[in-house]
């Protein structure tokens, strides 16, 4: 990958890459890790729930490197697709590539932490560094975070709800709502036929008590 020419530019990939440098135990690594991500020595980032894989070059050395992130549980991702439902745009904002904050300001408020702090990156890699994560694994860091930047669903999918995953549950969720509001309309229906019958039977005991012929339209 190629360093983005203007730099991280939204407020989630900063968030992301502020978790990078609290991950970091010395700066040193840090500056080492981000001159190797910037020299493209890092290879294709596998994205799994919760996985970051990757291979990192280094002179005529090659490392691999895998970073764990927790992922949400069940109960969170259901919450979580519901902060995203629960207002119009957001869905659409997020295929866009934007992340808006008041979503997860949202999520946060009902106990689903979508951005991760430094203390959850936890890293190995095959080099022989005592400190984890080294500079190879920062150097992955610092790559996902450009992912990060350009398509915040790919966080999402590192905290274990990729974009199918997604789509598909919001896609269900929606078809629920339309069955309930189709049902509601059904019952809407019989009662309206309900209180139409009421009236006529109505009419039909007033005009029997007059004495009145019965009009065919009332029977």
């Not at 994560?133 to 990729?162: E, K, N, S, Y």
């Amino acid at each position: 990958m190629v360093a983005p020419r203007t730099g991280i530019r939204s407020w989630w990939g900063k968030a992301w890459h502020r978790a990078v440098e609290e991950a970091a135990y010395v700066d040193s690594d840090l500056r080492a890790g981000r001159h190797i991500a910037r020299r493209g020595e890092v290879g294709g980032i596998s994205i799994a729930p919760g996985s970051l894989l990757a291979a990192v070059r280094e002179g005529d050395d090659a490392w691999t490197v895998e970073v764990k992130v927790p992922v949400l549980t069940d109960d969170e991702r259901r919450t979580l697709v519901d902060v995203v439902a629960a207002e119009a745009g957001r869905v659409a904002a997020l295929l866009a590539g934007e992340l808006a904050h008041d979503l997860v300001e949202h999520a946060e408020e009902t106990g689903v932490e979508l951005l991760p702090y430094g203390g959850e990156l936890a890293a190995s890699c095959t080099c022989d560094a005592y400190l984890d994560p080294c500079r190879h694994a920062l150097a992955v860091l610092i790559q996902t975070g450009w992912l990060v930047d350009a398509d915040p669903l790919v966080l999402f999918a590192v905290r274990g709800l990729d974009r199918e995953s997604l789509l598909a549950t919001l896609h269900e969720r929606s078809g629920l709502v339309d069955q309930r509001a189709g049902h509601v309309t059904d019952l809407a229906d019989d009662v309206e036929v309900a209180a139409d019958a009421v009236v006529r039977a109505q009419r039909l005991v007033e005009l029997m008590e007059a004495g009145e012929e019965l009009p065919d339209g009332l029977l």
